[in-house]
Nanobody
Framework: QVQLVESGGGLVQAGGSLTLSCAAS????????MGWYRQAPGKERELVAD?????????ADSVKGRFTISILRNNAKIMVWLQMNGLKPEDATVYYC??????????WGQGTQVTVSS
């Protein structure tokens, strides 16, 4: 079983920056992709960015050029960061860390709130 612990959400002014962190522990050997999703009230959860353990990145068009994702892996855990620059009010919502295995199993963090004031 994979445990995901997120941190780094909070309140920021429009145009500001935040970094979200996610630590994966437990059965991490089979994880091949880590990512960040977000879900606004009444909307479906959407991919923001993901990255494979070999470093291949996938960034949503809506955040391309403003958000970056990075990963660090060792024997005990995997860390993934989402650096968010140039935040806009429409970026404000709950962000979720996700881990996926090659077998297609998905694990989710508890979510962290990002609030952007205009």
């Amino acid at each position: 079983q994979v445990q995901l612990v997120e941190s780094g959400g909070g309140l920021v002014q429009a145009g500001g920056s935040l970094t979200l962190s996610c630590a994966a522990s437990g059965s991490i050997r089979s994880i091949n992709t880590m990512g960040w999703y977000r879900q606004a009230p009444g909307k479906e959860r959407e991919l923001v960015a993901d990255i494979t353990t070999s470093g291949t990145r996938n960034i949503a068009d809506s955040v391309k050029g403003r958000f970056t994702i990075s990963i660090l892996r060792n024997n005990a855990k995997i860390m993934v960061w989402l650096q968010m620059n140039g935040l806009k009010p429409e970026d404000a919502t709950v962000y979720y860390c996700n881990a996926q295995t090659l077998q297609g199993k998905s694990s989710w963090g508890q979510g962290t709130q990002v609030t952007v004031s205009s």
